[in-house]
């Protein structure tokens, strides 16, 4: 399976953006970039995903590099509810592994008032 | 909807005590699955099921039964509980096997003594 490699941590200040990267080099061609989130004592939440185009809802932007190699997850405005583990995933829509999540250790995110 | 649910929140065992969580989701969904969280890490996927009678293996199954008699529910049985499965359980579901988004429970928090 392809592997994420993201930052063990990071802060932000209330109000202010937050880009949570993520690379992603063996990246193949059918392999969809997913982020979830996990809020404390609470089961893993779906936030965006993308293929190659970036990507906007409400919750995030996802911003894909041109090569998919890595990726961007944007905040546009932290709040304190957003302070979480942030994880960065490849599932494949093809193979073995169709359709599986496979979790890292993802980015702890700290939200300063 | 509930959506997901999970029982228990808790659950003490000793060791070679047989113990099933249960997991519920209530939106129709063909594809569930089973996680378990270690601390400081990432989900690990135990078992998964596309449809009522179709089980089969993650990364993590060893000591750890499943079945899918109805749609809605997907039981995870410990047959033999060790303190190596000391950990937080998560159920997740989605519509089906390729869908973009899955749905976690709020989880079990199990210890073995």
């Known amino acids: 399976d392809a592997k994420t490699t993201q930052p063990n941590s990071m802060e932000s200040n209330e109000e202010e953006p937050v880009h949570l990267p993520c690379n992603h080099s063996t990246i193949s061609g059918t392999d969809y970039i997913h982020w979830y989130r996990q809020l404390p004592s609470q089961g893993p939440e779906y936030v965006i995903h993308g293929l190659t185009s970036n990507v906007n809802n409400r919750m995030a932007s996802l911003a894909i590099a041109e090569d998919r190699k890595s990726s961007t997850l944007i905040l546009h405005r932290a709040t304190l509810r957003d302070a979480a583990v942030y994880y960065c995933i490849l599932r494949a829509l093809g193979g073995t592994s169709y359709g599986k999540l496979t979790f890292g250790q993802g980015t702890i995110l700290t939200v300063h008032p | 909807n509930a959506g997901v649910t999970q029982t228990p929140k808790f659950q003490v065992l000793k060791t070679g005590q047989s113990m099933t969580l249960q997991c519920a989701q209530d939106?129709?969904?063909?594809?569930m699955s089973w996680y378990r969280q270690d601390p400081g890490m990432g989900l690990r996927l135990i078992h998964y099921s596309v449809g009522a009678g179709i089980t089969d293996q993650g990364e993590v199954p060893n000591g750890y039964n499943v079945s899918r008699s109805t749609t809605e529910d997907f039981p995870l049985r410990l047959l033999s509980a060790a303190p190596s499965q000391t950990s937080v359980y998560f159920c997740?579901?989605?519509?089906?096997?390729?869908?973009?988004?899955?749905?976690f429970g709020p989880g079990t928090r199990l210890t073995v003594l």
């Open positions: 939106m129709n969904h063909e594809y």
């Open positions: 997740a579901s989605s519509y089906s096997r390729g869908s973009d988004t899955q749905y």
